[in-house]
């Protein structure tokens, strides 16, 4: 069984560029979130997605930020006209859908995380 | 999502018993325990989770006070590979099913040869 799948491992970009970092979710999985990590400091939860929806983005910065989770595809985290700040190790994580399983509450679902993208703006 | 109290840090020697403890005296009725833990430059790993009863599992125990305010990780025998950071999460219900979790700054587990 193929993990959480996180792509690229290590993204550099400058300042003003780009980032997009894909997460495919494990077989079978499909809610997806993403945290990020800042150097020597905590997770901290950005967003939660089901297939085209947007669950809950309290995490999320108010501009530059976007998440998608296509019916199709990877969930896709876009930065638009990154900043240093930026820097950090983005983790996705993938957990079965809404509902009971053997009797226990969706809600209990183990996540399962990727290895994380780095992301360097220079 | 109720708050947790972990020691920053613990040390424990290889092959021994550890455990590690965690607070939270403001837990609700249906919130579950997690434990999470995040080895060096690797995402967060499922360790194991509870809600009043003891649980058992391959990687770890997991010991719950029987008021519930708190909560104990106990890891049997240490290894080096176990040295990571160790996260208790209180999970709460939400109407859509799922809820992200909240990471709070954890314990540093570090094993010593």
């Known amino acids: 069984n193929a993990g959480v799948m996180q792509n690229p491992r290590h993204l550099v970009r400058r300042r003003g560029q780009e980032a997009r970092l894909r997460c495919s979710p494990m077989k079978g999985h499909s809610h997806v979130y993403w945290y990020r990590q800042l150097p020597e400091e905590g997770l901290k939860f950005m967003v939660y997605l089901q297939k085209e929806n947007i669950i809950d983005e309290s995490g999320m910065p108010k501009e530059r930020f976007s998440a998608e989770f296509p019916k199709e595809g990877p969930s896709i985290l876009r930065i638009q006209q990154v900043v240093r700040g930026d820097s950090a190790a983005y983790f996705c994580a993938s957990s079965r859908a809404r509902g009971l399983t053997k009797g226990v509450p969706s809600y209990n679902s183990p996540l399962h995380f990727g290895n994380g993208t780095r992301l360097t703006v220079t | 999502d109720a708050k947790t109290t972990q020691p920053n840090s613990m040390e424990s020697n290889e092959e021994e018993p550890v455990h590690l403890p965690c607070n939270h005296s403001?837990?609700?009725?249906?919130?579950?325990i997690h434990w999470y833990r995040q080895l060096p430059s690797q995402g967060p790993e499922y360790v194991i989770h509870g809600l009043t009863s003891n649980v058992n599992n391959r990687m770890a125990s997991l010991a719950i006070a029987e008021d519930r305010k708190s909560s104990t990780l106990i890891l049997h025998r240490a290894t080096l590979r176990d040295a990571a950071v160790y996260y208790c999460i209180l999970r709460s219900p939400s109407l859509s099913g799922n809820t992200p979790l909240v990471f709070g700054k954890g314990t540093r587990l570090s094993v010593i040869a």
């Open positions: 403001t837990i609700s009725g249906t919130d579950y």
